[in-house]
């Protein structure tokens, strides 16, 4: 496997702009892709407040925040891939826009780039099957915010070879990240146990066991999480809080992963939580 030294982002948002942040800094020259311009600018403009907030911090010079923003740059097209090593799609979490993207970067990218997933819950297998190379097709699961934590979830779709899985590895560890292998099954090991306690405080909320600003502050101040489940469902977004409940649901076909009624309510009112400035929580 040729060394990786391009890479691609696909998706401006939350965090594919997090993960370009993370590779730049990392140096490696990246590809930031998007549908629309002002949604790379969007992710752009995090990036930037985040290593500026670097240089006040003095963990970062202006010349390195100007090196790593320098070696970020636009696309707006997927033919951008035709000269990149790994491409890291962490587009919007559903099956049909997922495949699309395999299915047409398995024609634009070199023959030994590695495609790569930032998926939360999708079978890594059912997005390697629309190409012709399931073999080099991975997970790796960033979580969020990526510039912060230490984890990659990196999953292994049922062909993916080891070959592939090692230079994932080694890629993150350069970011300074832990790795830690999994087996492709519904929600991986982070959302198959983190997302049941999100839907769980939920229930709880939905069926006036306590307010929300109690299930939150049992959790932050008796377990020491750092977020209420809450308050961390609204970090996360509701929209894909809902989609990986459905496909623990669907995939692992037990009852006790049905989405609570409530999330699916909130969803479908446009209540998405911090990036829809509402969800449990109202924002500014
Ligand atoms: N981007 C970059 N840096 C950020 C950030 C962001 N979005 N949010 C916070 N930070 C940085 C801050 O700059 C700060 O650093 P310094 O003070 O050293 O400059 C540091 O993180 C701590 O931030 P704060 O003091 O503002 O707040 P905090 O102590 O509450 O920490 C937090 C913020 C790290 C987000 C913390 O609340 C936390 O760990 N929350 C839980 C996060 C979590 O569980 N993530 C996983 C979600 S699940 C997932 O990602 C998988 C999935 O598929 C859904
Ligand atoms: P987001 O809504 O913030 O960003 C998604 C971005 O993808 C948007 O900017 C959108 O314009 C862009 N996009 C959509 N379709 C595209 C296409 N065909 N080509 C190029 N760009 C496209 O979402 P997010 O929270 O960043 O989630 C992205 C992915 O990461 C999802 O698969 C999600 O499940 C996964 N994920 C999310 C979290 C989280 O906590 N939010 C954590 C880990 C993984």
Redesign the pocket.
């Given at each position: 496997m040729m060394g990786i030294q391009k890479v691609m982002v696909i998706g401006a948002g939350?965090?594919g702009s997090?993960i370009a942040q993370v590779c730049a800094q990392a140096g490696y020259e990246v590809k930031l892709n998007d549908m629309k311009q002002e949604f790379f600018e969007r992710g752009y403009g995090?990036i930037s407040k985040?290593l500026t907030?670097?240089v006040e911090?003095g963990?970062k010079t202006e010349d390195e925040k100007a090196a790593i923003l320098a070696r970020i740059t636009m696309s707006l097209d997927l033919q951008d891939a035709s000269d990149v090593d790994i491409i890291i799609e962490a587009a919007v979490e559903n099956m049909e826009v997922k495949q699309s993207i395999f299915q047409q970067l398995d024609k634009i990218a070199p023959a030994q780039a590695i495609l790569a997933t930032n998926t939360?819950?999708l079978p890594i297998t059912e997005i390697a099957a629309v190409t012709n190379r399931p073999e080099q097709v991975i997970g790796m699961?960033?979580?969020?915010?990526?510039?912060?934590?230490k984890l990659v979830e990196i999953i292994r779709g049922l062909a993916t070879s080891d070959e592939v899985y090692k230079a994932a590895e080694e890629m993150t560890v350069k970011l300074a990240k832990t790795p830690v292998e999994v087996n492709d099954f519904p929600g991986f090991i982070?959302?198959r146990i983190?997302?049941p306690m999100i839907n769980e405080a939920i229930y709880a909320l939905y069926e006036g066991v306590a307010s929300k600003e109690a299930i939150d502050d049992v959790m932050k101040l008796g377990m020491n999480?750092?977020?209420g489940p809450l308050t961390?469902a609204d970090?996360?977004g509701l929209d894909?809080?809902l989609s990986?409940m459905e496909i623990l649901h669907e995939g692992l076909g037990d009852s006790k992963y049905r989405p609570c009624p409530l999330l699916r309510k909130y969803v479908a009112a446009g209540w998405l939580g911090k990036k829809s400035g509402r969800g449990f929580y109202v924002y500014e």
């Open positions: 939350q965090m997090g995090v985040n907030r670097d911090k963990r939360s819950s699961h960033f979580m969020n915010p990526v510039p912060v934590m982070s959302n983190l997302l999480h750092p977020m961390l970090f996360i894909t809080c990986i």
